[in-house]
């Protein structure tokens, strides 16, 4: 099957994905690695927005299991998403690719507030836009976050860089024979409860029509493959 292909479009790369093969935290060498990809893909000319995880440093639920009040460790889980988003800027413009981070929880000293039509500019501009602090409210996540900053930002599509090559009828870590999907849509997402993303997010990219491709970004080269229409992938998109 051959996908479409897109113009504009946001990448969400989650916390995991950037600890590499550690249990926590950044490793700047899988930062790295992620950067030249990204600037692979600059280069080709798609205009890029990226939300950041954050769940390899802090995950407001699991500060909740340990005490820490659920709004409070949902900040602090927002606040790593920040320097995620810091450490992906530095690696990129290492490589002379200019950015702007934009933060949903204004930090003046450290980045840009998140000011939609700013962003639009920088986009212009042929400068890469990270978004940091998901929505900048607690109870949500940073794929809530990615879902709405496309839909603002118009993208074209979606792009969820994970550690699993798409979407399964079942978890295929446990389940041996788990079938991959290549095309899903979203109500079978939905009604089958398949964890790809929290429900708000898919819902939010359904009523806006914007496609996500979920794909294994841990594998080199992935990104261009997939983006170029290739490469191991599930689309989730709306039914004909
Ligand atoms: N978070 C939040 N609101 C948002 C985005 C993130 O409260 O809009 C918090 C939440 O506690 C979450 C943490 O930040 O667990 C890290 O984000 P997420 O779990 O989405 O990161 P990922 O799984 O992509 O690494």
């Not at 994905?17 to 990204?38: C, H, K, N, W, Y």
């Not at 900053?149 to 979407?167: I, Y």
Request: with cysteine; net charge neutral; hydrophobic share 45%.
């Amino acid at each position: 099957m051959t996908r479409p292909t897109f113009r504009r479009i946001l990448l969400k790369l989650s916390g995991e994905v950037l600890m590499g093969s550690g249990q926590f935290g950044i490793d700047p060498d899988t930062v790295d690695r992620i950067a030249e990809e990204i600037v692979a893909i600059h280069g080709d000319g798609y205009e890029l927005c990226i939300v950041v995880g954050g769940g390899n440093i802090f995950r407001g639920l699991a500060g909740a299991a340990k005490g820490i009040e659920r709004a409070t460790g949902d900040y602090m889980g927002m606040l790593a998403t920040v320097m995620n988003a810091l450490a992906v800027q530095s690696a990129l413009e290492r490589r002379g690719v200019a950015t702007r981070v934009q933060s949903a929880i204004p930090m003046a000293s450290v980045c840009e507030p998140f000011i939609r039509r700013r962003a639009e500019r920088h986009l212009e501009k042929g400068r890469v836009v990270i978004f940091a602090a998901g929505v900048g409210s607690p109870y949500f996540t940073t794929d809530s976050g990615a879902a709405l900053r496309a839909a603002e930002m118009k993208c074209d599509a979606l792009f969820k860089g994970t550690s699993v090559d798409g979407v399964y009828d079942a978890d295929p870590k446990k389940v041996p024979g788990a079938k991959r999907y290549e095309e899903i849509d979203f109500s079978t997402v939905l009604s089958n409860d398949l964890k790809i993303m929290d429900a708000s997010a898919i819902a939010l990219c359904r009523d806006n029509n914007i496609p996500i491709v979920v794909f294994n970004i841990r594998e080199q080269g992935n990104l261009a493959r997939v983006l170029a229409g290739e490469g191991i992938a599930t689309i989730v998109r709306n039914g004909e």
